[in-house]
Nanobody
């Protein structure tokens, strides 16, 4: 059974950093695109970042570009999201997602993402 597990969330002050991790079981992340999504209270889920299985090309939402960085550690079957210069608007539950038919798109679509973690909460205070 495929499982994704996010970790690394927490409560930080504005301007600080966090690194989220997404580790998979029963699924080889290095052969697939992996997306990061977030959902803030009262808002729709939005795509934040995606790392492609092709040359590890990365994609970012405009709201996080220059502050967030996605990366892989294939030996650990883990994908990371380094989040710097955090803002209160970054407060949300963050999810990683992947799937056999999931591809990175500039629109940050979640189409084809059949596997999702349960999320990790990031709270940024001003």
């Amino acid at each position: 059974q495929v499982q994704l597990l996010e970790s690394g969330g927490g409560s930080v002050q504005s301007g600080r950093s966090l690194r989220l991790s997404c580790v998979a079981s029963a699924f080889a992340l290095d052969y697939h695109a992996v997306g990061w999504f977030r959902q803030a209270p009262g808002k729709e889920r939005e795509g934040v970042s995606c790392i492609s299985q092709v040359d590890d090309r990365t994609y970012y939402a405009d709201s996080v570009k220059g502050r967030f960085t996605a990366a892989r550690d294939n030996a650990k079957n883990t994908v990371y999201l380094q989040m710097n210069s955090l803002k209160p608007d970054d407060t949300a539950v963050y999810y990683c997602a992947t799937g056999f038919r999931f591809w990175c798109t500039t629109a940050m679509s979640s189409g084809g993402a059949d596997y999702w973690g349960k999320g990790t909460l990031v709270t940024v205070s001003s």
